[in-house]
Structure formats: C-alpha cells, structure tokens
C-alpha cells in the first residue's frame, strides 16, 4: 500500500462495515470510481469510503455522485472537508452477537420482489430507516402476515466477509406488543447463523428501548458510530488526478 493512502493497523471489518461488504460478498453491487464504492441507488444509499480518505477519495466521491447529489455515509473517522453540507447525523451504536437464541418461525415467509410493494409500503408506516425497490436482494426477508397484509419484517443489509448485519426491523402499529419484531429478529439471526455466520446489527443511539431489548436477546454493543448525509458541493468539478492503474488496483484495497 502506497503510503499516500494509510490503513489503519488492526481494522477490524465491522470497522467500515459498507465497504467490507462492497469489497467482499457484495462486490457484484460494487459501483466504483477510484477506492470509492456504493451500492446502486435503488439498492441502498451507503456509500464506502476508505478508512482514512484524502482529497482524491472525496474528488472521487463527486465523480461517482455528482455535483449536488447527497451521499450517506457512515465509519468517517474525520469530518467532511468543510465545503460538503452535513444535512444529516446521528448517532448510532453497532452490536454483535454475543449468544443470541436464534431460532426458526413458523409464521415467519420468505419475501422477495413481488412483495416488495407491500415492505415499502410497511416501511413508509414504520420508518425502520433506508429500504429501497432493490434492498431486498441483500439477503434473506422474511415477513410475517395477518389476514393477508404484510404486518413485520426483518431482514439483512450489509455484509462483510462472515457477517450479516440484521436491518429493516419493523412492525405495524396495529399488532405492536405481540412480540413480531423479536420473532423476526431471531429467525433472521437462525437463518445468518446456519451458514456459518455472524449476526450484528446497528440502532438509534437514541433508541434505548431497541438496544435494551437487543441486548436482552443476546446482542452486545461492540462500538458507537455515526451516520451522515452530506452534499456534494454543486459547483464543485469532479476531477481525477490518480492514474488509472493506481484507482483500478486501489479500488481493491
């Protein structure tokens, strides 16, 4: 590694969770320019920095965004430069697995894009956060139904080499309380954990009530992180000034 682009010694794939995703089992979403990554837009909104940018990552974030586009971002050990609008943050805390009783539902359906539809349509009742035409083929969905209707789900997001983050945690009003979401979150972990892997997952810093009952599943919290939505700057130019045998051997590491 060229000492123009340092790493950070002993990080650890949970650290940059979107880019350990990007750059392993989901490499085949990977839109890339440089060492940036993202998913495609209608896949999910993360885009993947490298652990330590400099000024040509950012130049490389405007090329794959777009003057005036808004990117989120999550893992920034430094802020933004200073000409990038910060229009969201908040806190977050991430958390593993540290024993959690994964088991099988058997109301518990497989979803898949002809439910789509209706998971939007849940997930703009419950705002769980980002969940997109195409973010259901991510992983494994699974739903529970009532008289017909989608009422929860849960599902998988990121996922870094031997992990799967558990994401889309959501249940309808009109059946809170019956424990639907818990259900869900433990067939997804039985489901990530059969094929020799690891659930995580990550929550409001604010949301104490989701991390108490995460933790009492079995789930540890293992850092805090931030997330951010910032703009690119619109009169800002995208440029390159890598060569291109560098960003395409780079873009890998």
């Known amino acids: 590694m060229s000492a123009a682009h340092p790493t950070v010694p002993g990080a650890h794939p949970l650290d940059n969770p979107a880019r350990a ?4 089992p989901h490499a085949h979403f990977a839109e890339r320019s440089g060492r940036v990554l993202r998913y495609p837009t209608d896949v999910s909104p ?31 050990r430094e802020p933004p430069p200073g000409d990038w609008e910060v229009t969201f943050s908040a806190e977050g805390v991430q958390l593993v697995d540290d024993g959690v009783a994964g088991a ?44 017909g209707a989608l009422v929860a789900m849960a599902g998988e997001r990121l996922h870094p080499t031997g992990w799967s983050e558990i994401s ?42 989701a991390i108490r009952l995460y933790e009492s599943l079995g789930f540890r919290l293992r850092r ?26 780079e873009a890998l590491r």
């Not at 995703?21 to 392993?24: A, K, P, W």
């Not at 979401?181 to 892997?197: D, M, N, P, Q, S």
């Open 168 to 209: 889309g945690v959501c249940t309808d009003e009109t059946v809170r309380g019956q424990g639907l979401a818990t259900r869900l979150v433990l067939a997804v972990a039985h489901e990530i954990r059969e094929r020799g892997e690891t659930p995580f997952l990550h929550a409001s810093a604010t949301n104490t009530n």
């Open 104 to 147: 099988t539902d058997p109301e518990a359906v497989l979803l898949g894009p002809a439910d789509v539809p209706e998971m939007l349509d849940l997930v703009a009742r419950t705002r769980p956060g980002p969940f997109l035409p195409r973010t259901v083929e991510l992983g494994t969905y699974l739903g529970i139904r009532r008289d």
């Open 224 to 249: 805090r992180t931030s997330f951010l939505s910032v703009v690119v700057p619109p009169d800002l130019v995208p440029g390159r000034t890598r060569g291109a045998d560098d960003a395409r051997a």
């Open 46 to 76: 993360w885009l993947a920095l490298p652990d330590l940018p400099d000024a040509e990552d950012w130049a490389d974030v405007a090329a794959l965004a777009g003057p005036g586009a808004s990117v989120t971002l999550t893992a920034l």
């Open 21 to 24: 995703s990007l750059t392993g």
